[in-house]
Nanobody, 124 residues
Framework: QVQLLESGGGSVQAGTSLRLSCAVS?????MGWFRQAPGKEREGVAASDRDGSTTYADSVKGRFTISRDNDKNILYLQMNSLKPEDAAMYYCAARRLRCGAVNWALAPIFYGYWGQGTQVTVSS
């Protein structure tokens, strides 16, 4: 099994930055960040494949960066230029398959391991 624990969430002003962290018991082929706002479905934000490739939702391209610290087994999500619509519970996740194309990499159904989430609030 894979265990994940998110941290780094908080309440910030629009236009500022946050870095989320996810401590992972063991990296899998595909690691991802997802978010869910009240009343909305969980959506993929970013994914990282073991070969170094990354995938981003159109809504965060150019603002968010996903990365791995392979020595410490920590998955990061650097979030810049935050917008009110970025407010959500953020989850990290893992699966034992390659990330593949965007429709697969950002699909929650294909991930088997999940953290409990960290809350991000953005004020305008």
């Amino acid at each position: 099994q894979v265990q994940l624990l998110e941290s780094g969430g908080g309440s910030v002003q629009a236009g500022t930055s946050l870095r989320l962290s996810c401590a992972v018991s063991a990296f899998t082929d595909c690691m991802g960040w997802f978010r869910q706002a009240p009343g909305k479905e969980r959506e993929g934000v970013a994914a990282s494949d073991r070969d170094g490739s990354t995938t981003y939702a159109d809504s965060v391209k150019g603002r968010f960066t996903i990365s791995r610290d392979n020595d410490k087994n920590i998955l990061y999500l650097q979030m810049n230029s935050l917008k009110p619509e970025d407010a959500a519970m953020y989850y990290c996740a893992a699966r034992r398959l390659r990330c593949g194309a965007v429709n697969w990499a950002l699909a929650p159904i294909f991930y088997g391991y999940w953290g409990q989430g960290t809350q991000v609030t953005v004020s305008s």
